[in-house]
């Protein structure tokens, strides 16, 4: 990353490295976004849920 910082220093000037930094945290937090989401989204599906369930049923426990 320090190498990134360096070249967005160079290209943009002193508005490069905060460019270089939010653009990296933007890509952090998509990827944290599309994981939070697909989780949800598996966590509803029934054969995802039967082998995380305990009981092995497949329906959510109530409570």
Known sequence: MPRAVAR??????????PFVLLSRLTGLFAVVTVTVALGQVLSWERAVM????????????SG
């Open 8 to 17: 967005g220093f160079d290209r943009f000037g002193p508005f490069g490295s």
């Open 50 to 61: 039967r082998r995380l369930s305990r009981t092995g049923s497949g329906r959510r426990p």
